[in-house]
C-alpha cells in the first residue's frame, strides 16, 4: 500500500498523560500536514510541513502540541499533558507541492481522552 | 475571516434520485476548491476546481466551480446506498491561508434502497 499511513489507529489515554501520533506521508510527497477533526465538524489545519521545515502553524495548536519532520520523511505529533478537549481524530495528509496540488488523507488516529 | 458553508447540512434521498451539493466560500486569494468523501475514515478526494465554469466528471459524480458568485455544486445522478457519505468541500487560499485547506462542516448524504 503506498497511501498515507497513521499509527497508532486508535489511542485511548488517562487525562494528563502525553501522547505520540506517526505519519508516514506517500513517498514522494514533500508537503505533510496535521488536520483534527471532531464529531460532526470538517477537518481544522494544525500545521505543515515542506520537507522538514515547519512553515505554518495554527493558532489551534497550543503550546501542549508539537510536532517534527525531523528527515523530512515521516512525521510526529505530540501532545503533553491531554486534557479531554483533546479527544478527537488526528489526521495527517501529504502533498506534492507544484502549484496547485491534492492533498491524499491518511486513515486517521482516534485519540480518547478519559 | 476565511470560511466555507455547505448547505444542506444532511440530506435523505432514495436509490435513484439525483442530489446537488452546495459550497460557498470566503477566502484571501482564492487558489483551489476541493470535494472530499468521508466514509467512517479519512476523507478520499473526489474533485479539485480551480477554473470557472468547467465541470470535473467522475462516473456519476460531477462538479463546477463559479469564482464570480463563490460556490461550487457537486452533483450525483443515480444515487446508490454506496454514495451514503459526508462530503466535505474544502477551500485553499494564498497568502495567510496557503498550504492549509478550510473544511466546511460537510453535508451528510443517506441514500436509502
Known amino acids: 500500500d503506498t497511501g498515507v499511513s497513521q499509527d497508532p489507529r486508535h489511542k485511548i489515554t488517562k487525562r494528563g498523560q502525553n501522547v505520540t501520533f506517526r505519519c508516514d506521508p506517500i513517498?514522494?510527497?514533500?508537503?505533510l500536514y496535521w488536520y483534527r477533526q471532531t464529531l460532526g465538524q470538517g477537518p481544522e489545519f494544525l500545521t505543515y510541513?515542506?520537507?522538514?521545515?515547519?512553515?505554518?502553524k495554527s493558532r489551534l495548536l497550543s503550546d501542549r502540541f508539537s510536532a517534527e519532520r525531523p528527515k523530512g520523511s515521516f512525521s510526529t505529533l505530540e501532545i503533553q499533558r491531554t486534557e479531554q478537549g483533546d479527544s478527537a481524530m488526528y489526521l495527517c495528509?501529504?502533498?506534492?507541492?507544484?502549484?496547485?496540488?491534492?492533498?491524499?488523507f491518511g486513515p486517521g488516529t482516534r485519540l480518547l481522552v478519559l | 475571516e476565511d470560511k466555507v458553508v455547505q448547505s444542506p447540512l444532511s440530506l435523505v434521498v432514495h436509490e435513484g434520485d439525483t442530489v446537488t451539493l452546495n459550497c460557498s466560500y470566503e477566502?484571501?486569494?482564492?487558489?483551489?476548491l476541493l470535494w472530499y468523501k468521508q466514509e467512517k475514515k479519512a476523507p478520499t478526494f473526489l474533485f479539485m476546481l480551480?477554473?470557472?465554469?468547467i465541470e470535473k466528471k467522475s462516473g456519476r459524480l460531477s462538479s463546477i466551480l463559479d469564482k464570480k458568485e463563490l460556490f461550487s455544486i457537486l452533483n450525483i445522478t443515480a444515487t446508490q446506498t454506496g454514495d451514503s457519505a459526508v462530503y466535505l468541500c474544502?477551500?485553499?487560499?494564498?497568502?495567510?491561508?496557503?498550504?492549509?485547506?478550510?473544511f466546511g462542516k460537510g453535508t451528510k448524504l443517506s441514500v436509502k434502497p
Open positions: 513517498s514522494e510527497h514533500n508537503r
Open positions: 495528509a501529504s502533498s506534492y507541492r507544484t502549484g496547485v496540488e491534492t492533498q491524499y
Open positions: 510541513f515542506q520537507n522538514e521545515a515547519q512553515l505554518e
Open positions: 480551480t477554473s470557472s465554469g
Open positions: 474544502a477551500v485553499e487560499g494564498y497568502g495567510g491561508s496557503q498550504g492549509n485547506l478550510i
Open positions: 477566502v484571501t486569494n482564492f487558489r483551489s
